[in-house]
Antibody, heavy 114, light 111 residues
Framework: EVQLVESGGGLVKPGGSLRLSCAAS????????MSWVRQAPGKGLEWVGR??????????DYAAPVKGRFTISRDDSKNTLYLEMNSLKIEDTAVYYC?????WGQGTLVTVSS | DIVMTQTPLSLSVTPGQPASISCKSS???????????LYWYLQKPGQSPQLLIY???NRFSGVPDRFSGSGSGTDFTLKISRVEAEDVGVYYCMQSIQLWTFGQGTKVEIK
């Protein structure tokens, strides 16, 4: 059974940092392109970024609103995806989901507030 | 950036009746590999999104056959042949030919 479990969300002040994790199981993580998607309260889905598998170069791409502030990485030995978020803004408040192979985690809430 | 436009934005359906959602992309989603990278998701109340349809018309694992997808190029449709109470939620189309972009979402409720 495929499982994606996000963690690391919480309350952070504007300008602060947070690192989210996504633990994957039930599929070959190292062979999978992985993405982060967020959903602000009461709003639709917004793609955040992705990381391709290492055999395809391991490269990353980001949405314009987070480029230069967020960094996606992966540890294939731990089957874990990460999202490092810096210089957080109030508008980054959202539930953050990881996704791969059509499956999504349950999400983790990030609240940016003073 | 590719813009995805869904219509309608809300839909009220009688159980057992059909429903249809349209999705238009600002650029063709047909890749040179012959695949068309259009997906449909359903986000039920209080849940994370779940994949219904991939590459226009392929039902994902476990998705009931009352859901079907069609279309090509820039125009796509999701159809539910007979809506059931468990189908309520917000439906999103998504493209992945150029990174990912989602439509605004279509809220489906039961009459």
């Amino acid at each position: 059974e495929v499982q994606l479990v996000e963690s690391g969300g919480g309350l952070v002040k504007p300008g602060g940092s947070l690192r989210l994790s996504c633990a994957a199981s039930g599929f070959t993580f190292s062979n999978t392109w992985m993405s982060w998607v967020r959903q602000a309260p009461g709003k639709g889905l917004e793609w955040v970024g992705r990381i391709v598998k290492k055999t395809d170069g391991g490269t990353t791409d980001y949405a314009a609103p987070v480029k230069g502030r967020f960094t996606i990485s992966r540890d294939d030995s731990k089957n874990t995806l990460y999202l490092e978020m810096n210089s957080l803004k109030i508008e980054d408040t959202a539930v953050y989901y990881c996704s791969g192979r059509g499956f999504w985690g349950q999400g983790t809430l990030v609240t940016v507030s003073s | 950036d590719i813009v995805m436009t869904q219509t309608p934005l809300s839909l009220s359906v009688t159980p057992g009746q059909p429903a249809s959602i349209s999705c238009k992309s600002s650029q063709s989603l047909l890749h040179s590999d012959g695949k068309t990278y259009l997906y449909w998701y359903l986000q039920k109340p209080g849940q994370s999104p779940q994949l219904l349809i991939y590459e226009v018309s392929n039902r994902f694992s476990g998705v009931p056959d009352r859901f079907s997808g069609s279309g090509s190029g820039t125009d796509f449709t999701l159809k539910i042949s007979r809506v059931e109470a468990e189908d309520v939620g917000v439906y999103y189309c998504m493209q992945s030919i150029q990174l990912w972009t989602f439509g605004q979402g279509t809220k489906v409720e039961i009459k």
